[in-house]
């Protein structure tokens, strides 16, 4: 089995013949409104006029519990849009050549992981005590009973690799 580990703080990847991208997405600075300190951030997930993203139909956020993985699946229709808002996560990715890609990312590392649709992937809380939350963009909204996930697994794959006991 081939394996690839990413570990994003400042790259762009692109790995579209893979069926994924990691894009670098836009910060900016916010300041207060009277004495001009900086107060926060603001980060660009989605605008129309990017074409980052195709025309999201269904956005929602995904808790993940410590320790847990959801996944591996793949959905047969829908791209998918990933950004952690909170906490930490690792998506597991099987690119189209069977590469194994594991792309870490926290609420301090402003990317957004797409996934296209029958490209299998998981998402996994590394962390002990934290939920991690995602936000979630996709291209094509689930409807119930619309079949269009499928379960897959990711034979030989050591999840417990990813699991931090601190």
């Not at 808790?63 to 591996?72: C, D, Q």
């Not at 996930?149 to 699991?163: A, P």
Request: net charge negative; hydrophobic share 40%; charged share 25%.
């Amino acid at each position: 089995m081939k394996s690839s580990k990413l570990l994003l703080v400042y790259s762009i990847f692109f790995f579209m013949e893979s069926g994924f991208h990691v894009h670098k997405l836009e910060e900016h600075e916010t300041k207060d409104t009277k004495d001009f300190h900086v107060n926060g951030k603001l980060t660009v997930i989605w605008r129309d006029w990017d074409k980052i993203i195709n025309s999201p139909e269904m956005v929602y956020v995904n808790s993940v519990n410590p320790h847990e993985i959801k996944g591996p699946h793949l959905h047969k229709n829908r791209t998918s849009y990933f950004f952690c808002l909170e906490g930490e996560i690792v998506v597991v990715i099987k690119d189209n050549d069977g590469t194994i890609h594991e792309i870490h990312t926290s609420q301090s590392q402003p990317v957004l992981i797409e996934i296209s649709n029958r490209v299998p992937a998981a998402i996994v809380n590394p962390m002990k005590e934290t939920v991690a939350k995602v936000l979630v963009l996709a291209d094509v909204s689930w409807k119930p009973n619309d079949n269009e996930m499928e379960n897959v697994e990711f034979t030989d794959y050591d999840w417990e690799k990813l699991i931090r006991e601190d």
